[in-house]
């Protein structure tokens, strides 16, 4: 039997909810890792499983498809079912495709069991950030807590690659998927005991045409932006983005006219909520594009060997968590529109550095990605707390999935724009009697065997990275603008005046 009980604004968290915490940082360090844990196992796969090429960027692709695509829908299911219920729901789901992939024996298989794992992971996403905002009232623990949530999210896809390097070292490819097994059936032991469950006391009708409306409106767009990153652009992916920008406006027009929509437009009538989604995402858009050269001029550029540079780029990580809380201490003293501008202005410095990178500049490198990684994650801390802090409690887990889906517009953005910019500028360095391989990547150069045209490729790609950078830069410039006019003495995080329902089993 369940007792509600009803949670006011301010109350201190305790020793319990803090290891509920710690329990809730589970699902989201594996989830993140799953990001990056196949980029070491891509080759054993190829051998065990001989997928074609299409299916093997399915094998890739899938999981972030499935997991952007099912957030909102996800999100909105935990308000109306219980974010705990879900979270465990997810948990089982998430363990049992871990299984299915670790021993799949076709490529078929292993996409579906990639499908399942982001569709699992959907839920542990939103879930896990709203029992966050449900968990700590307290305004300073709550800054806290979300501060230490986007330092594991950061640092979980880092550790993804490193992690699936050493379990190869020694054990078959389908291992890389077996270490989400102990964490979930952890999960599923403690939730139950440690993490009360929250949900919307009135939620009303679900209404199942807003999910294929929401699927429709974020896959196309995030799916043609990456296309375009890797490939260039295209007519059809341009019309593919437009069809999910039509969906969209259905989608935003539907909501407004339900009584009982699946993204309530009261999220939106704090002016911070929506701010808060707008600077998150231009964040990812930096995180994401800065990524992208780092990974590839590690192992290309610096010819170092995949193990070696995942361990290489866990260094920047670790700035991130110093970063973290120390942006949520400044949050609560200064006025947070100035302590976001500032970490913007800082990853905007983080890519002046790799301005000045050249084809032997390691510690330049590593040090532009982690003053831009502390910039950024400074800024999604904050940014977080106060969108989630705006939204009315009953629709937390909502929140966190605009929240999480602007991330994942940002990401695909990042890459699209500034690798575009990149390989712009490569593909106009290299001469034009090079291969057609070679032209198109630093990857191809490096297939052709050439030393010279290797070097002619790695000045082309460090060229290209610079000019990214600028591009890189001028999106943070603009978001610490957008911060300052958006949010200046208006950018507290007072919780939403509603009443909160927690039923403690």
């Known amino acids: 039997m369940t007792n509600p009980t009803s949670t006011s604004a301010g109350t201190t968290a305790g020793r319990k909810e803090w ?10 360090l594996l989830v993140a890792m799953d990001v990056s844990v196949l980029y070491f196992a891509a080759p054993s796969i190829t051998r065990e499983l001989d997928p074609s090429a299409t299916q093997q960027l399915w094998i890739f692709d899938v999981y972030g498809f499935a997991l952007a695509g099912l957030l909102i829908t996800m999100g909105s299911l935990g308000d109306r079912i219980g974010r ?24 078929e298989m292993l996409i579906a069991a990639r499908a399942l794992l982001g569709i699992g992971g959907a839920t542990l996403m939103p879930s896990t950030m ?50 989400n097994v ?24 679900f209404d199942l045409l807003s999910i294929p409306l929401s699927m429709g409106a974020v896959l196309p767009v995030i799916y043609g932006l990456k296309e375009m990153a890797s490939h260039g652009f295209s007519v059809p992916m341009a019309l593919l983005i437009a069809l999910g920008a039509v969906l969209a406006y259905v989608f935003v027009r539907r909501q407004r006219t339900l009584p009982h929509a699946m993204i309530n437009p009261a999220l939106f009538r704090d002016h911070r909520f929506g701010a808060g989604i707008s600077l998150n995402t231009i964040a990812a858009i930096a995180m994401m594009g800065s990524a992208l050269f780092t990974t590839q001029y590690l192992q290309l550029v610096l010819d170092m060997s995949t193990m070696k540079a995942a361990f290489w780029s ?7 968590g110093i970063a973290a809380p120390v942006a949520g201490a400044l949050g609560q003293k200064f006025d947070r529109a100035y302590v976001m501008a500032v970490g913007f202005l800082v990853a905007a410095a983080g890519f002046g550095m790799l301005m000045l990178s050249g084809t032997d500049s390691l510690a330049i490198l590593l040090c532009g990605a982690a003053v831009i990684s502390c910039g950024i994650v400074a800024v999604m801390v904050l940014v977080t ?56 990547t630093l990857g191809g150069a490096a297939a052709t065997g050439d030393a010279g045209l290797l070097h002619l490729a790695q000045e082309a790609f460090v060229h290209g990275m610079q000019y990214a950078a600028v591009g890189g830069a001028a999106v943070l410039v603009a978001g610490a603008v957008l911060s300052v006019t958006m949010l200046r003495n208006r950018s507290a995080a007072t919780p939403a005046p509603v009443a909160e329902l927690a039923e403690i089993a």
């Open 19 to 28: 290891t509920a915490f710690v329990v809730l940082l589970l699902p989201l």
């Open 84 to 107: 705990r219920k879900l979270l465990l729901f997810g948990a089982a789901a998430f363990g049992l495709a871990s299984v299915g992939a670790a021993y799949a024996q076709s490529a």
């Open 130 to 179: 709203a029992l966050v905002r449900n968990m700590f009232t307290d305004e300073k623990q709550r800054t806290k807590a979300i501060g230490i949530w986007s330092g594991a999210m950061a640092g979980g896809i880092a550790l993804g690659s490193v992690m699936s390097g050493i379990m190869l070292e020694h054990f078959w490819w389908g291992s890389v998927f077996l270490i």
């Open 182 to 205: 102990p964490a979930m059936l952890l999960l599923l032991v403690l939730v139950p005991v440690l993490v009360p469950e929250f949900k919307d006391p009135n939620p009303g009708r």
């Open 314 to 320: 866990l260094a920047p990580s670790i700035s991130v």
């Open 385 to 440: 707390d106060m969108a989630l802090s705006t939204a009315p409690v009953e629709k937390a887990g909502s929140a966190a999935s605009l929240l999480e889906t602007g991330q994942e517009f940002g990401g695909a953005l990042g890459m699209a724009v500034l690798g575009s910019i990149a390989t712009a500028v490569y593909r106009s360095d290299m001469p034009a009697a090079a291969p057609s391989a070679a032209r198109e």
